[in-house]
């Protein structure tokens, strides 16, 4: 943002500015709702302040996350000006339909994730304003995508399908956003290639389970050939999966896919635990022994294969024997990246009513134990990239005060680092444009991030 005098701004009525919170599938609904907006006349505000519509995209799958939502929204809306317009979108609207209204009266409109497409309508009944067509001047809108990035420019995420029909006890998505729908391949492949026409380099491809994609519509396994149809000729460089669930996924085809080059070798395999009876009480559909043999092939096939999960503690039930499990299992299989979270009970979830409950203290001390393992596993991880050539994506240049250490000019990412959730590779030497590929040789390991220099 800006640094601009408040008496200074002066709101334009058909601007709009947007605050997004919450995971990589939220941000494609941010996008394709700011795309409406301008194809209807609007055009982006680079301060908050000089925007006629301010728009807040909301997360709820936890507790913490609501609560970061409604503080979001409290915040701005206390910086709200008389002549703007508030709203508030997505998964908070979906999950507390009807209470946020009397919570938060400054907020004009609010939209549930089902909704948030048809922002340009309210907001236009709401401002008076007529609903011309075209897009505004400097748009990043993508027209054949139907998207306005707001991720960098050669960056973008891909949602294959909406909603989950998991159930796992803890869950909320399939309340929050349905059971699963996958989109039909084709204009699926088509954004993709238009995404890539546009200058993407690298093509993040999400849903709450990407390994279900077509298993509603009678396809099992129809991810691998929707890859594959992506990667063709028009396909971005980098194709990068996420949210791979272990029940699902098909360990011999994704390897297959990697070692062909439509794929990176990195996988996000959110695992959760690895007590059998932790496992069944979350509902998860499978057990330690499926764990082992997915994680087994997927290195034995590559070696380089760059491995993310995640992982919860505290669960209901969890005892300390399972605990250790849990930390042997991480200890044995030595994933690269390891995100750790404390159980939360979600009203109206089947583990809500599950007992025993844990201390949110033994929760927290055990999220703790994961994450200094981890740690300690990252590092030795990283540090046998030292001296090794790798191909890095830059990202950005950065501020003389972002800098860690002279020499340093900018950040980028080899292919076991996901934009925004792992580390970033540091770099020195020649000077590239963000967005640009480039190899570079590393010259330190951090726990979390590569240094690299280019030459």
Same mark, same amino acid.
């Given at each position: ?7 200074? &701004? ?10 997004? %919170? ?14 409406? %907006? ?156 238009? %995404? ?52 699902? @996924? ?44 997915? @994680? ?144 570079? &040789? ?14």
């Amino acid at each position: 943002m800006k640094n601009t005098k408040e008496s200074e &701004i002066t709101s334009h009525p058909k601007s709009y500015y947007f605050f997004n %919170l919450g995971c990589p599938k939220n941000l494609v609904d941010a996008e394709v709702t700011a795309a409406g %907006l301008e194809a209807h006349g609007w055009i982006e505000a680079s301060d908050p302040g000089e925007a006629g519509l301010l728009v807040i995209t909301t997360c709820a799958f936890i507790s913490i996350a609501e609560e970061e939502s409604v503080n979001e929204i409290l915040r701005v809306a206390a910086l709200k000006k008389d002549e703007q317009i508030l709203a508030v979108l997505g998964c908070l609207v979906s999950r507390e339909a009807g209470k946020l209204e009397k919570l938060i009266p400054e907020v004009d409109i609010f939209l549930p994730v089902n909704k948030m497409e048809s922002l340009h309508e309210a907001a236009g009944r709401y401002s008076g304003e007529g609903s011309s067509s075209g897009y505004g001047a400097g748009s990043k809108v993508i027209t054949s995508a139907g998207r306005r990035l707001f991720t960098p420019s050669h960056l973008a995420y891909l949602k294959i399908a909406e909603g989950c029909s998991n159930h796992c006890s803890y869950c909320m998505i399939p309340s929050i956003r349905g059971e699963l729908e996958s989109r039909d391949p084709v204009p699926v492949i088509s954004e993709a290639r238009a %995404l890539a026409t546009a200058g993407v380099k690298e093509l993040v491809v999400i849903a709450q389970d990407t390994t279900a994609y077509g298993m509603d519509f009678g396809k099992k396994g129809g991810l691998y050939k929707l890859l594959e149809e992506i990667s063709g000729s028009q396909g971005p460089e980098w194709i990068r999966l996420m949210y791979m669930h272990p029940a699902h @996924i098909d360990a011999v085809k994704i390897s297959r896919l990697a070692a062909e080059g439509v794929i990176i070798p990195y996988l996000d395999l959110p695992i959760q635990h690895a007590s059998d009876k932790v496992l069944a009480r979350m509902k998860r559909g499978y057990d330690k022994k499926h764990l082992e043999k997915v @994680i087994g092939i997927l290195r034995s096939n590559d070696p380089g294969m760059v491995l993310r999960t995640t992982v919860m503690t505290g669960f209901p039930g969890e005892t300390e024997e399972d605990f250790q499990e849990l930390i042997d299992f991480l200890e044995r299989y030595r994933f690269d990246h390891v995100g750790v979270f404390t159980y939360s009970p979600e009203t109206g979830t089947k583990a809500s009513s599950l007992a025993p409950a844990l201390p949110e203290k033994t929760a927290r001390a055990r999220a703790d134990e994961v994450s200094a393992l981890q740690m300690d596993i990252s590092y030795e991880r990283l540090s046998l990239r030292e001296g090794r050539k790798l191909k890095i994506l830059v990202d950005e240049i950065l501020q003389e005060e972002q800098v860690p250490l002279p020499g340093v000019w900018g950040t980028g990412r080899f292919y076991g680092q996901a934009h925004e959730i792992d580390g970033v590779t540091y770099l020195s030497g020649r000077r590239v444009e963000p967005g640009s590929f480039a190899e570079a &040789i590393v010259t330190e390991a951090e726990a979390y991030d590569l240094f690299a220099s280019i030459k």
